[in-house]
């Protein structure tokens, strides 16, 4: 529980803020941050090229030979890693621009530069002169434990990437990844850069949020709204009628089409193919070589223990669903494309729980201010609004974040919140520059941005966000941390570069966060009234967290384990016929005939491969520290110094086990993972 006078005094400065910004002067750090965001096609692409062009001949004399001795090894790895950082951080706008950018040559001419940047990433990690400069540097006895970390990262790297291979054998590997990275590029542009629609009549868009309505398009008949991440709840969760819903349903689960599918069999394929090359039986074997997991085997029975003990509770769920729909007069049989919808009517008759009105409780400004608020206190930061923002498009916020202690400014931080045409598609956290340890001494300050797509407001209106929007935002903020409150001395090992299967996990435990009622009424503030929600409203909203496990958990497993059977897979793959085989299987309801929902995975083409398991995977670590924050307080500047001491400092200095085990002062332990999503698990 929160302790009450923390709260208390959270409350009324809250009560005391708003969301408007200090004026730049009063900001602790100036709006341009190094990084210039005002870029012609041809500068974006002639400055890309000069500063390739530039690494490749810093990088070669230090290529030439490798030393005799580890400790002079370990001197020209870590030369490597800041002529590599120094690359990553002088193409930072070049490479980001092609997610977020409004002009389409821009983003045409990034993609490009973070392709050619891909493409060299790779030639160095697969340098056997690389490789033997690090596997040297690790014996080096006199060396700090961060720098020797880094040596065994750069030899994971060369390991997985073909360094130790035969130079014919190395060559065709790096032909294979540039490959690869190239249908994942496609694969990602055809998401971001789709404009599907569909039309809804006048009739059929009565039920349907006034602020949907507000943002999208007139017509004739009725309304063209847009199909994408940011329509796709609240067009579900309220449209009245069962054949509109299933329009929209198939259109979104068709975004990417029969080209995404294509390219996703590809990789799947060229996956493979590396993976055997390089000494691995599988590409899931490949990939979790270099994480906690360790073992394919040992995922697929976490994750099916996970869905076998979920799976009747699902089917309990969607029959419960599938009655609600038979009372409300529609005798045709319960589908996918039904699912938000009743979940949302359950919600609204059993629980009283209106998504709509919870919505008029979460006003952006109120949840930002209240948000920086709880992790000002917890992690003892300051953020400060930097006006007018420098940025790479109209809207984008900017703060400087600075320390409490010190009062010294530690980094940048960018909120790109709604959708625009050719943006990124999802909600993320992209860390922009990793902060290090520079050559002159000094320390690098990072920077970092959350870029997403809340629903847009009604003209003249303030954004209304659901709770589910709440919790992805604070979840999002818990990376963003991760991305600049790391002390890590080397790029490569600083904040969310840690194992894939743990990165999660931070962001995950603080999803609890939004779930407490102490909290989300200090995050909550009617856009009319501004009182908080009310503690009677709070309580069914918290009752509705667990009503949907079965089908939440088994959805999130299904994918998972459709994710490591590509992986596993030997021989072509249908992605396709795969999907339609597992997904009865292993969830409660059949794919729907007529879609592709993989090809608009993007997770499989970025960089979750044989990886989507971490986000359950994580969520074990995640539930266990929690139980910290549970023993101190929600808003515990204690456990909150040990939090950002134990856990987000280190960065990848310390393998997540490690970092656990300090933070929570013993081993980890299931029970509160297990606890939480309802299951005993099999002993």
Not at 182 to 203: C, M, P
Not at 296 to 325: C, G, M, Q, S, Y
Not at 425 to 433: C, I, P, Q, T
Not at 616 to 631: E, G, I
């Amino acid at each position: 529980m929160m302790p009450r006078l923390a709260a208390a005094a959270l409350a009324a400065s809250l009560a005391s803020s708003s969301f408007a910004a200090a004026p730049a002067s009063a900001a602790a750090l100036p709006a341009f941050t190094g990084i210039t965001w005002s870029y012609t096609p041809s500068s974006l692409a002639s400055t890309c090229d000069a500063v390739i062009a530039e690494t490749k001949t810093r990088m070669a004399p230090i290529l030439a030979r490798v030393a005799a001795t580890p400790a002079d090894n370990m001197a020209k790895l870590v030369q490597i890693e800041t002529v590599q950082a120094d690359l990553s951080d002088g193409t930072i706008a070049q490479q980001l621009l092609q997610f977020v950018s409004t002009d389409k040559r821009l983003r045409d001419a990034s993609t490009a530069c973070n392709q050619k940047a891909s493409n060299y990433g790779v030639e160095v990690s697969a340098n056997p002169t690389v490789f033997a400069i690090a596997e040297s540097a690790m014996k080096d006895a006199s060396a700090a434990q961060d720098s020797i970390k880094l040596a065994e990262i750069y030899v994971e790297n060369g390991r997985t990437s073909g360094a130790g291979l035969p130079a014919s054998q190395r060559a065709a590997a790096i032909k294979m990844f540039d490959k690869l990275n190239d249908l994942e590029r496609d694969f990602g542009l055809a998401l971001s850069n789709d404009a599907t629609t569909v039309s809804v009549s006048q009739a059929e868009a009565q039920g349907l949020p006034a602020t949907l309505l507000a943002t999208s398009k007139r017509a004739a008949s009725g309304y063209v709204v847009a199909v994408n991440e940011s329509t796709i709840e609240p067009f579900l969760q309220n449209e009245r009628s069962g054949a509109a819903r299933k329009r929209f349903y198939v259109a979104y689960y068709l975004r990417g089409g029969h080209a995404n599918v294509t390219r996703l069999e590809q990789a799947v394929a060229l996956r493979e193919k590396l993976a055997r090359r390089i000494g691995f039986k599988t590409w899931a074997a490949y990939k979790l070589s270099t994480q906690m997991a360790q073992d394919p085997a040992r995922v697929i029975n976490f994750l099916t223990t996970i869905d076998a003990k979920l799976l009747l509770k699902a089917h309990e769920e969607v029959a419960e669903l599938a009655a609600l729909k038979r009372a409300s007069g529609d005798p045709t049989p319960f589908a996918r494309w039904d699912t938000a919808y009743y979940e949302n009517l359950l919600e609204k008759t059993k629980y009283a729980v209106d998504d709509n009105v919870v919505r008029q409780y979460f006003p952006v400004d109120h949840v930002i201010a209240s948000i920086f608020k709880i992790y000002e206190t917890l992690l003892s930061v300051q953020f400060q609004e930097i006006k007018p923002a420098d940025a790479w498009a109209p809207g984008v916020r900017e703060y400087a974040i600075v320390d409490d202690a010190t009062r010294k400014p530690i980094g940048w931080l960018y909120f790109d919140l709604y959708p625009r045409p050719g943006k990124y598609d999802h909600f993320a956290n992209f860390s922009l520059r990793g902060g290090r340890a520079l050559p002159d001494g000094s320390y690098q300050k990072p920077v970092t941005s959350i870029i997403g797509n809340w629903p847009l407001p009604a003209p003249g209106k303030p954004a209304l966000l659901s709770h589910d929007d709440v919790v992805t935002f604070f979840h999002e903020f818990g990376h963003a941390m991760h991305s600049t409150l790391s002390i890590a001395p080397y790029e490569t090992l600083y904040g969310t570069n840690v194992r894939r299967d743990f990165v999660e996990a931070p962001s995950q435990m603080l999803e609890n966060w939004m779930w407490q009622p102490s909290i989300l009424q200090l995050v909550s503030a009617n856009v009319r009234t501004g009182k908080p929600l009310p503690l009677d409203l709070i309580k069914r909203m918290v009752a509705l967290k667990h009503v949907f496990d079965g089908l939440d958990w088994t959805g999130q497993a299904f994918y998972a384990l459709y994710d490591m059977s590509l992986h596993t897979a030997h021989g072509p793959v249908d992605a396709t016929a795969l999907w339609s085989r597992l997904e009865p299987q292993d969830t409660a309801l059949p794919m729907v005939p007529g879609t592709l929902p993989e090809a608009s995975f993007g997770h499989l083409m970025g960089g979750y491969d044989a990886g989507y398991y971490g986000y359950l995977w994580s969520k074990v670590y995640a539930q266990d520290m929690f139980t910290v924050f549970q023993r101190y307080g929600l808003l515990s500047p204690v456990a909150g110094a040990r939090y950002r001491k134990d856990i987000l400092q280190p960065g990848a200095s310390v393998e997540p086990d490690v970092l656990v085990r300090n933070f929570l002062g013993r081993p980890l332990n299931y029970d509160a993972f297990y606890n939480d999503i309802g299951i005993t698990p099999t002993k």
